[in-house]
């Protein structure tokens, strides 16, 4: 098993803890939402066993224990275990199946033994191709045949966009990290704003299908998570009111799978799949 930990700015910047919230305010909910129902679409019934690799908090594991789910997370955070340990036995009747500090590239989980394995995460903050590419060997590795796996990628233009949506474009440093995104999609925030995010890689839409394919995965669908629905501004009006809160997830839907827009939303899902046995 992969004993590198990640770079000590990742650790440093998930230390602090907002990551438990990120997802149940603002526009990281539209993210939650929309990345339950994509998980919703293509996840085997309940009770097949699910491996969320990165699952931070665990907001979605915790969730589909609930549903029914065998689910084991692994994150590479202790923070973030902790935290999901909390989630866990906060719902006793529904728990986590196991809980450990552990590394998308060498899961401790044995050959065939999961239906579904979630890297909503890992693939983003793994900053080589080859270690994305072994992530994901690895998911291949520990799924069943027919298994499925769904991956999140950033997009490399989501910098530019944040930026505009929140006036990051007018600090000098914030522009240089954004023209080092867009030229290589290697993102690095030597400033410490954590409004900056931290070191990661921003994927072309294009490139998420190559690396599933480079790791022996059949590759389904790349979608788009928010789609342009993120730049919905004031993202409040638009949530908190039913009828525009059902408008907008109805456009987000409706161009999920248009290429031309992947590039635009704020995450994407890659969809693939181990060949049956």
């Known amino acids: 098993m992969a004993d590198e930990r990640p770079p000590e700015e990742i650790i440093e910047y998930y230390g602090h803890g907002a990551e438990r919230g990120r997802l149940l305010g603002g ?39 609930e549903q029914g789910y065998e689910v084991h997370l692994v994150d590479p955070v202790p923070l973030h275990v902790e935290q999901a340990r909390e989630a866990s036995a906060a719902q006793p009747e529904h728990p986590l199946a196991s809980v450990q500090v552990g590394d998308a590239r060498g899961l ?28 994901l060997r690895e998911a291949r590795r520990v799924l ?72 022996g995965l059949q590759h389904e669908a790349t979608l788009a998570v928010e789609g342009p629905g993120w730049c919905a501004q004031p993202f409040a009006d638009y949530w908190e009111d039913e009828a525009r809160r059902e ?6 839907r409706l161009l999920e799978s248009e290429p031309s827009i992947l590039g635009a939303t704020g995450h994407m899902m890659a969809v693939g799949r181990k060949a049956s046995d």
């Open 27 to 65: 526009e990281g909910e539209l993210e939650r939402v929309r990345t339950q129902e994509l998980l919703g679409r293509y996840l085997p019934a309940a009770p097949a066993v699910v491996c969320d690799v990165g699952g931070a908090a665990g907001v979605y594991a915790c969730r589909l224990a």
């Open 144 to 215: 069943k045949g027919g298994g499925v796996v769904l991956a999140a990628g950033i997009s490399r233009f989501a910098s530019v966009l944040d930026g505009l949506l929140k006036g990051f474009l007018g600090d000098p440093a914030f522009v240089h990290i954004v023209e080092r995104d867009l030229a290589e999609g290697q993102h690095r925030n030597p400033t410490g704003r954590p409004g900056y995010f931290t070191t990661a890689y921003f994927h072309h839409p294009e490139e998420m299908a190559g690396e599933f394919t480079d790791a």
């Open 108 to 135: 401790p989980f044995e050959d065939s033994s999961a239906d579904a394995v979630l890297l909503l995460g890992p693939l983003y903050h793994l900053t080589e191709r080859d270690d994305r590419v072994q992530a």
């Open 247 to 252: 408008q907008l997830l109805m456009a987000v």
